[in-house]
């Protein structure tokens, strides 16, 4: 089982409409959860950080946390073509020192 | 405030030769990982420095190896490449760890081994 799961997409939405990016993991230890957007042939951008059980929102961004499901997601409103990228959900395995695994990510796309 | 800096941004080597990489972290972050981007593995974690330790390692062969200096600026070398190290390398920098407030991203190096 990888450490962190997402599924490679491609997910098509179109403009405005809600994107849903999951991700799960397996280390149940695991207390931060990032997600990072990568424009194709561009470095990974943190977009979103969440700690707490519960939803955390910042504009048109929300993540969602369950530790209990070790399920983690992001929902963009409002999805616009320059949404278009890939997601990658990280999470911090705190097995002695920090360092955070990835997923592989999920292809986003926005069409108009 | 200067972002992650990493050089030589585009790199052509042969096979079996060695290469070295470098990352200036953002001013004050003391914590840098360096990851290998292929894509068919996505981004899989090198090591960690901080303060001039190796505070973390992930699993590629010793081949790969780092350092960090006192400016906290890092270097990540290969010894004896192979065709399957052609990726991306990206340097990540954080104050102290990316516990709380996750990585700064360089724009990376592409190394294409031929």
């Known amino acids: 089982q990888k450490e962190v799961e997402q599924n490679s997409g491609p997910l098509s939405v179109p403009e405005g409409a809600i994107a849903s990016l999951n991700c799960t993991y397996s280390d149940r230890g695991s207390q931060s959860f990032f997600w990072y957007r990568q424009y194709s042939g561009k470095s990974p951008e943190l977009i979103m950080f969440i700690y707490s059980n519960g939803d955390k929102e910042d504009g048109r961004f929300t993540a969602q946390l369950n530790k209990a499901s070790q399920y983690v997601s992001l929902l963009i409103r409002d999805s616009q073509p320059s949404d278009s990228a890939t997601y990658l959900c990280?999470?911090?395995?705190?097995?002695?020192?920090?360092?955070?695994?990835f997923g592989t990510g999920t292809r986003l796309q926005v069409f108009p | 405030k200067a972002g992650v800096t990493q050089t030589p941004r585009y790199l052509i080597k042969t096979r079996g030769q060695q290469v070295t990489l470098s990352c200036s972290p953002i001013?004050?972050?003391?914590?840098v990982s360096w990851y290998q981007q292929t894509p068919g593995q996505g981004l899989q974690f090198l090591f960690e420095y901080f303060s001039e330790t190796q505070r973390n390692k992930g699993n590629f062969p010793g081949r790969f190896s780092g350092r960090q200096f006192s400016n906290s600026r890092s270097e990540m070398n290969v010894s004896t490449l192979e065709l399957g190290d052609s990726a991306l390398y990206l340097c990540?920098?954080?104050?102290?760890?990316?516990?709380?407030?996750?990585?700064?991203f360089g724009s990376g190096t592409r190394l294409t081994v031929v």
């Open positions: 990280a999470v911090n395995i705190a097995r002695g020192t920090d360092k955070l695994i």
């Open positions: 001013s004050g972050h003391r914590s």
């Open positions: 990540a920098s954080s104050l102290s760890g990316p516990a709380n407030y996750g990585y700064t």
